[in-house]
Each structure stands twice: as structure tokens, then as C-alpha cells.
């Protein structure tokens, strides 16, 4: 059986010329567990040692429903401040456009105050990769395509990026713009094939953009499946993964990277070990009839 193309260690970000990890490491639940700086530090150094050196934050990461936005990048923010020379090792990438509790706005004025936040917490001059977190239906996307092309130019962001856009939504805001988008951020994982179907990741080659998975392994749900569902693509994919004799999660990680897109996977996985077994998924191939095996159970029927 014919095995499919072994990942790239590295991918461009778009047409940005920003290179990065093939698989990234997010910070979305960094304030989950009462972290500290150190604590933080720990898996920042886990993570660049282990290749990954794309993180993903955001500025609404740590926010409860009342209180904690900006609470993770602040965090990484003193990360950083203590150890400045970790801030060459990384593409560092956040996200804005979402402000609680009014959920998201993303007018001019609004978004130039986000980044200035959001550059000031994480105590940076530049961010490398700033996306628009989820689209807000009431800002004309010129307004927005005007900001991004500024912050760019101002050099305050080395690439932008969208992330939970339609097809629509990417299409008209890539319209108006000069500066290319690099990236976008769907929900992707063996849980959630829809992008793969419903043409968002054939916008995303089209328009070269490279997608970044969020969630790849459902929120955990692939390792403690919740639903029937759940339970039958964690069989399936656990099966393959046995007979690979690797980890769910890295089988996870490996078969969305086989994925023609370039697909970036989004660890979200807050424990060292997991960070570093999360790696070795740049070592793992996949067959055809393997990777569609989990494909028709992921999808729920079989393909006709
Ligand atoms: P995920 O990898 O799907 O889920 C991570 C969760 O799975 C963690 O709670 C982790 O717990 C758990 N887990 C259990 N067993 C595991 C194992 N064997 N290996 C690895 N993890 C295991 O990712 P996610 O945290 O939901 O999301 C990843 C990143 O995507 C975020 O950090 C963020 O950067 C990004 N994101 C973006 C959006 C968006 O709207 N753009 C939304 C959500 C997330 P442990 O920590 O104990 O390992």
C-alpha cells in the first residue's frame, strides 16, 4: 500500500515568507489550571525544544464570561519579559476582534486599541501572525482590510490571518486587500472534517493560505470520547494508531498534516510530555486506505 507524502518539518505562512513549525502549540487553556510564569516558561521551553516554535495565544484567552481577557497573553507577556532572548526562537501569533462581553467588534478604532493591548501585555514591538479571532458581521470588511493593511505597514504584524471565516467572509475581506492573508483558523480534527467537504480547504490552497487546525483532537473529546460519535472515530483512529504503534493524539495530529492543505495543527495540550510526544507526528505516515478509514468514520457515512 502506497504511503502518502511525509510532512514538511517547516511551513510558510502564506506568502508572508514567515517559515514556521508544521505543528503549533496553542495557549488558550494556559490559564486554566492556576499557571504561573514559571510554570508557562516550562512548557514555552518544552515546546521550542521539541521544534514546535509556532504559538498560538490570543487576547480573549483567559476569559471567564466576566473577567481574565488578556489574562494569557499577559502571561506569556511576563514569560517573555523575563526571558527576552525566547522572543527570537518563536513566530509568535495572537488573535483579536472579540471584546466581552458585547461579543465581537472589529471597527477601525476598536481594533487599533486591541492590537496596542495586545503588543503592550505581551511586552513586543511586533507580532508575527495576528488574526481576526471570529468575524464580526457588522464591520464593513474594507474597515477591517484598512487596519490590517496599517498594521502591517506599521510593522506592528509580520502576517494577518482570519480565523472561524466563511468561505464568503475570506473571499470578500482577500478581495480588498493588498497584503495577502498568510493563515486561517478553522476548527479541524477527526471530529470535525466539515472544512474538508465543504470547500474551505480548497479556498485555502486556492488563495494560499496556509490552516492552522484548532482543537485537533476536539477539545480532548478524541482521548475521552463524550458522544456515540466520539467514541466510534476514537476506535477507529486508536485501531490504526495501535497498528502504527503511536499515540491517539499524535495519529490525530499526523493524519490532519497528510492532509494535501498543509495543515498546521493547534496542540492544546498544557502537560510537557504530551507537548513533546506531539512532535514525533512529523515522523508518522499514513496510506491512503488508513487515512480514509478514519476519513469515512470521522464523515459518519461511508463515501459513495
Ligand atoms: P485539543 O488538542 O483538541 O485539546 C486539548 C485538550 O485535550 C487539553 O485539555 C488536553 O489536556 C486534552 N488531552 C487529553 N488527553 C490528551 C493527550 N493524550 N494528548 C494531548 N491532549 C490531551 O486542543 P484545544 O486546547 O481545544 O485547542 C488547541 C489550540 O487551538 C488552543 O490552545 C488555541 O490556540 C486554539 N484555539 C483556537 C480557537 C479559535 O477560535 N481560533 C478556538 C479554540 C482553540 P492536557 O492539557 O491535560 O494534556
Redesign the pocket.
Known amino acids: 500500500m502506497s504511503e502518502l507524502p511525509l510532512p514538511p518539518a517547516r511551513r510558510q505562512l502564506g506568502t508572508s515568507g514567515i517559515e514556521a513549525s508544521a505543528i503549533?502549540?496553542?495557549?488558550?487553556?494556559t490559564t486554566d489550571g492556576g499557571f504561573g510564569t514559571s510554570d508557562l516558561a516550562k512548557l514555552v521551553h518544552t515546546a521550542l525544544d521539541a521544534g514546535i516554535d509556532l504559538l498560538?495565544?490570543?487576547d480573549i484567552?483567559g476569559f471567564d464570561g466576566s473577567d481574565g481577557f488578556g489574562d494569557a497573553e499577559a502571561l506569556f507577556g511576563e514569560v517573555l519579559r523575563a526571558e527576552p532572548a525566547l522572543r527570537s526562537r518563536m513566530v509568535l501569533a495572537s488573535?483579536g476582534g472579540i471584546m466581552p462581553p458585547l461579543p465581537y467588534d472589529q471597527s477601525r478604532a476598536y481594533m487599533d486599541s486591541a492590537l496596542a493591548a495586545s503588543l503592550s501585555r505581551l511586552g513586543v514591538e511586533r507580532i508575527d501572525l495576528y488574526?481576526i479571532?471570529?468575524p464580526d458581521i457588522l464591520t464593513h470588511p474594507q474597515e477591517l482590510a484598512s487596519f490590517l493593511e496599517d498594521a502591517v505597514k506599521s510593522g506592528k504584524v509580520g502576517a494577518i490571518g482570519v480565523?472561524?471565516f466563511t468561505i464568503h467572509q475570506i473571499e470578500t475581506l482577500s478581495s480588498l486587500l493588498d497584503t495577502p492573508l498568510a493563515t486561517t483558523?478553522p476548527?479541524i480534527?477527526p471530529l470535525r472534517v466539515e472544512p474538508m467537504e465543504n470547500g474551505e480547504t480548497d479556498q485555502a490552497i486556492r488563495l494560499g493560505l496556509t490552516t492552522m487546525a484548532?482543537?485537533?483532537?476536539?477539545?480532548?473529546?478524541?482521548?475521552?470520547p463524550e458522544s456515540e460519535h466520539d467514541r466510534i472515530v476514537a476506535r477507529v483512529l486508536g485501531e490504526v494508531a495501535e497498528a502504527k504503534g503511536i499515540?491517539?493524539?499524535v495519529a490525530a495530529y499526523s493524519w490532519l498534516m497528510a492532509h494535501p492543505a498543509g495543515i498546521i495543527?493547534?496542540?492544546?495540550?498544557?502537560?510537557a510530555e504530551?507537548i513533546t510526544?506531539?512532535a514525533s507526528a512529523l515522523t508518522v505516515t499514513w496510506t491512503r486506505e488508513e487515512w480514509y478509514r478514519v476519513f469515512t468514520a470521522a464523515r459518519g457515512a461511508p463515501l459513495p
Open positions: 503549533a502549540w496553542g495557549m488558550w487553556r498560538d495565544t490570543a484567552y488573535k488574526q479571532h471570529r480565523s472561524n483558523q476548527e480534527s484548532w482543537s485537533p483532537l476536539g477539545g480532548g473529546r478524541l482521548m475521552r499515540d491517539r493524539a495543527p493547534i496542540v492544546g495540550s498544557q502537560n504530551r510526544e506531539a
